[in-house]
């Protein structure tokens, strides 16, 4: 099974020019830990997890409604292609020990995958289940 048959592919991106207050209302909204961030042209440049507004803007007493997400997001996303392996995703996780991870096809960033991917394909795989068993069993790091 390759990452493009179990990723989401409905994808909620933040500018890195955005308010943190604007992009943590995104993540309320819709409910998820972690956007991608993206430049002009919609380039990705990082990620911006709720971890981040909370340890790098509200606790170093930064003023969410006027702090750019660039200014507090983590730069540089490992990313995974669209056509890797389900296995060596996992694996890729585990080895930035990450919780998402943005997904590429041609240099364009055409989804996200979390350990809820891996969670809800791995009673249909008995190597996914593995893999997904021995990656995060270990646990990730806040990303």
């Given at each position: 099974m390759q990452v493009k048959d179990i990723m989401s592919s409905h994808l909620i991106t933040v500018d890195r020019e955005e308010t943190v207050a604007?992009?943590?209302r995104l993540l309320s909204r819709h409910n998820v830990g972690a956007l991608p961030v993206?430049?002009?042209?919609?380039?990705l440049v990082g990620m911006l997890t709720d971890r981040?507004?909370?340890v790098r803007c509200?606790?170093?007493?930064?003023?969410?409604?006027?702090?750019?997400?660039?200014?507090?997001?983590?730069a540089g996303a490992v990313?995974?292609?669209a056509e890797e392996?389900?296995?060596?995703?996992?694996?890729?996780?585990?080895?930035?020990?990450?919780?998402?991870?943005?997904?590429?096809?041609?240099?364009?960033?055409?989804?996200?995958?979390?350990?809820?991917?891996?969670?809800?394909?791995?009673?249909?795989?008995?190597?996914?289940?593995?893999?997904?068993r021995e990656v995060f069993e270990a646990g990730p790091k806040d990303d």
């Open positions: 604007a992009a943590a993206t430049a002009q042209g919609g380039k981040d507004i909370t509200v606790a170093a007493n930064f003023d969410p409604n006027v702090t750019r997400v660039r200014t507090v997001m983590s990313t995974v292609p392996s389900e296995i060596r995703a996992a694996r890729t996780m585990g080895k930035h020990r990450v919780r998402r991870l943005p997904v590429t096809q041609n240099g364009k960033l055409v989804g996200m995958l979390s350990q809820g991917d891996f969670a809800a394909c791995a009673e249909q795989s008995g190597d996914t289940a593995k893999a997904f």
